[in-house]
């Protein structure tokens, strides 16, 4: 890249820090220092304000850079991130976007210990909350890392450190002194810009084309070296039964996950009644499923006008893709246009980044204090506060994902949050699904749906080949891989459901049949809902 690519852009990212360092600053200054201020925000937002701030919180680094790279490799395979991204929104709307408002408090253990004895729920929901969190995170580091080293020439592994360790200080200042106001309001603006952003490069791909799409997918076919496999299934996932399984595997995990994620959830209580975040579910989808839409144009697009060579001979997973497109569609690296839009692309898809690791950080600092925190702490000692306690979880939240985030810095940014969602939709859906609706469920049931879907599916990443055994791994010069798929959805999501249905039946304690009619009606009415 050019100087002025990196004068610019530098530049962009530079404005945003400072706007949204200075939205920080100012909510420190009014905040009231309680759980309620800093976990929901006081739970003032409308459900339009939160509807934005969710579309800004669920469309990642991921979705933005990741996404448009796979389609840009893979064609069709690569849609299969879209389509299921879009549609786990349906699960989050009918299944427990009102629920879990009217059940919870702050945290997804909130909902499940609202009919069981809290101690070891709280202890198993939070513990899983927080590997998810910590999981999702690094995708965001490898993002960010991966962006400013193309922006400063591609090859600097020094900048992609200090990128890394950068975006984790940033995310701990925003958590720490904003809570979840300044981090709701970060959301709203990022949200904005890439909407925006998204939706200039659509329409500037589309005009290149003269408006036929069918014209735009020849193209990429015929500049993918694959022709017209590149736009039919089997590309990625469908050179044997074990990438057919992956496929699968994978489609589960998206769907189900995103009901799981502990930051999603978490929006849901900065309404102030269950109806608003229905409504907020509502506004989200409508972002969100045109974002989307624009994503498979953005992928396309940059497999016809780039080309699959030059997107992973600048970035090998592909997340580089929509940033070289934008490079193009401005007019080339030395024109005025090509400077300013990769610029632009390159600072919305950072503020991508810092929005998303603060909701996230935030979701999982409240779980360690909330959930963990208290109640792992010995009667006897003087609790400290509990805010205080987050803002110090959220401190060594963002070392760990520092330290992650350099370790996975070459892995593909979307193919990562889709190991988060598999772990969200193995250890949390299940429990929270019993929980809403099983009448018979027990303490047992919850703890051991917890952690038998949570264990398997972490051990079965790392005996993958994400971790060891090929040339793209973690670890490519050592080989202790056993299980041969890369996403373990397939596997870990039926044992998580088996496990808390195994746990209930062999549990001695009879379920609570007062609290889950109370918990049932609160569900569905509201009744006695903070």
Known sequence: MTA???????????????????????????????AEEFYAGGRLFSPMENGFAIAGDYMSAASFLGISGLIALFGYDGLLYSVG????????????????????????????????????????????????SVLYLVAQ???????????????????????VIGVGALMVVYVSLGGMRATTWIQIVKAVLLMGGATALTVLVLLRFHGD?????????????????????????????????????????????????????????TVPTARAARRSVVWSIGLIGGFYLMTIVLGFGAAAVVGPEAVRGSNAAGNTAVPLLA????????????TVLFAVVAAIAFATILAVVAGITLASSASVAHDLYASLRRRRSKPR?????ARAAAVGIGM??????????????????????????????????????WRGFTTRGAVWSVYGGLV???????????????????????????????????????????????????????????????????????????
Request: net charge negative; glycine share 12%; proline share 4%.
């Open 4 to 34: 002025d690519h990196q004068t610019l852009a530098l530049l962009l990212f530079s404005a945003f820090v400072a706007v949204t360092l200075g939205i920080t600053t100012w909510v420190s200054r009014h905040r009231h220092g309680s």
């Open 85 to 132: 991204f879009l549609v786990a929104w349906l699960v989050v709307l009918f299944l427990v976007a009102e629920l879990v408002r009217n059940c919870g408090r702050f945290t997804l253990a909130d909902v499940v210990a609202a009919r069981m004895r809290e101690r070891p729920v709280r202890i198993a929901a939070g513990t899983s909350s927080v590997t998810v």
């Open 141 to 163: 580091m490898v993002g960010a890392g991966t962006l400013v080293a193309l922006l400063l020439g591609g090859e600097s592994e020094a900048a992609q450190a200090w990128t």
């Open 213 to 269: 799409f069918d014209q735009l997918l020849r193209t990429a076919a015929e500049r993918s070296g694959h022709g017209d496999a590149f736009l039919a299934p089997g590309l990625k996932y469908g050179g044997d039964w074990v990438a057919r399984f992956d496929f699968i595997s994978l489609g589960l995990a998206l769907v189900l996950g995103t009901a799981g994620l502990p930051h999603i959830l978490s929006r849901f209580y």
């Open 327 to 338: 490079l193009d569609l401005g007019g080339g690296a030395d024109s005025t246009g090509g």
């Open 385 to 389: 506060s509990e805010v205080a306690v």
């Open 400 to 437: 760990l994902a520092i330290g992650l985030g350099l370790l996975a810095k070459d892995l593909n940014v979307a193919f990562l949050v889709g190991l988060a969602f598999a772990v969200a939709a193995s250890a949390n859906l299940p429990v929270l699904l019993y929980s809403l609706f």
């Open 456 to 530: 398997p599916s972490l051990v079965l990443v790392v005996l993958s080949p994400v971790v060891s055994g090929s040339a793209d791994s973690l670890f490519p010069g050592l080989d202790f891989q056993v299980f041969p798929l890369q996403n373990p959805g397939l596997v870990s999501i039926p044992l998580g459901f088996l496990a808390g249905w195994l746990g209930t039946v062999l549990s001695a304690e009879p379920p609570d049949e007062a609290r889950h009619a109370e918990t049932e009606v609160r569900s569905l009415t509201g009744a006695g809902a903070v």
